[in-house]
């Protein structure tokens, strides 16, 4: 594996994300996420109390059997941030809820992957491969008649290495309970 570093607006937000190896740190507005695949855990800092939580690694978003799950890869290509990368739309449905997202996918970048598979993400469930530079979605839920649209945009992207500290918890945090 490689080194990724990404900013992404998301939401009313910035996210940042490091990929190295088997470690994925996610930045956020409120909490820092680390990721250990070697480890099999996650660690959750707040860094507003100054307090961190080392958990399993539980997958989210467990599907029902009733959940169908579709991609089709169509014609549009370009190049954003250096990278090639390819558009896919995707399709999911359960009983709650449908969710239609399009994807720009950068393939020869796939530092996030295992993660993604490790922790449910919906891209590696509908079996995407490589970093999504780009996406957009609508999720319709059934019951309460709503929809909401979501979307990510890379606004940086780098491939130099990472300074391994950047995974660690930092010294003035405290386990928390």
């Known amino acids: 594996m490689g080194f990724v570093k990404s900013t992404y607006s998301f939401g009313d937000g910035e996210v940042t994300a490091y990929y190295s190896g088997k470690k994925n740190k996610l930045v956020t507005r409120k909490y820092t996420y680390i990721v250990d695949l070697a480890s099999q855990t996650e660690t959750i800092c707040d860094p507003a109390l100054k307090v961190y939580k080392i958990v399993p690694i539980v997958a989210r978003n467990a599907d029902s059997p009733r959940t169908v799950f579709t991609k089709k890869e169509l014609a549009y290509t370009k190049t954003m941030f250096g990278q090639y990368t390819h558009l896919v739309k ?72 990472i300074d391994p500290s950047i995974f660690d918890i930092p010294a003035d945090y405290t386990e928390g309970k």
């Open 90 to 161: 995707t399709y999911y449905h359960n009983y709650l809820l449908s969710i239609v997202s399009y994807y720009w996918m950068a393939e020869n970048l796939t530092d996030s992957n295992p993660f993604d598979t490790a922790l449910g993400a919906s891209a590696a469930r509908l079996g995407l491969v490589g970093f999504p530079i780009k996406y957009t979605g609508n999720i319709s839920i059934k019951h309460f008649g709503g929809a909401v649209t979501f979307k990510m945009d890379t606004t940086s992207l780098s491939t130099d290495p």
